[in-house]
Nanobody, 114 residues
């Protein structure tokens, strides 16, 4: 069974930064196209950033210029570097492959508030 583990979420003030990390069972992070998703209360889960196996990355318009997705040097950890955070970025953040697999991790809570 696939298992994703996200970490790094926290309560930060607007304008702050966070670095989220994700590990997965097997070698999914290094061999699949991967994405960071988020879900805010009352909203559908949305894709925030994606990175292909070859390293090409894209970021949603709402996060462009503020978020960056990458893999660790050993390609086993998926990273989301978030800067200039806004209250509307508050959500539970998940990692999964792209397209997503059936199993989801617990996610990590990001709260942006003064």
């Amino acid at each position: 069974q696939v298992r994703f583990v996200e970490s790094g979420g926290d309560l930060v003030q607007p304008g702050g930064s966070l670095r989220l990390s994700c590990t997965a069972s097997g070698n999914i992070v290094s061999t699949y196209h991967m994405g960071w998703y988020r879900q805010a209360p009352g909203k559908q889960r949305e894709l925030v950033a994606a990175i292909r196996v070859g390293g090409d990355a894209t970021v949603a318009n709402s996060a462009k210029g503020r978020f960056a997705i990458s893999r660790s040097d050993d390609r086993n950890v998926l990273i989301l570097q978030m800067t200039n955070l806004k209250p509307e970025d508050s959500a539970i953040y998940y990692c999964n492959s792209l397209p997503s697999l059936e199993y989801w991790g617990q996610g990590t809570q990001v709260t942006v508030s003064s």
